[in-house]
């Protein structure tokens, strides 16, 4: 059941950060492109989600060890 749980809970983190490096390169591509001004302020927070889902990732193991306790007894 944990192994299970962590595999769910790395595909989230994955999901999270696919999400925000898709995000973070379209920011760049549209900015290359000339058709907006540079937003400092969204490439902080794309980038930040991708933090958010490495320590997601990093931490799935404890976290799935948590979350199934209650089946494991």
Known sequence: MKRA???V???IATGI???GGLT???EFARFRQHRADFSSRRCVVDSL???L???LAAASGKLAARLTDDFDE
């Open 9 to 11: 809970i790395r595909l």
């Open 53 to 55: 889902g490495v320590i």
């Open 17 to 19: 950060i696919v999400f």
């Open 49 to 51: 989600v991708i933090v």
């Open 5 to 7: 749980v962590r595999t």
């Open 24 to 26: 973070l390169a379209l």
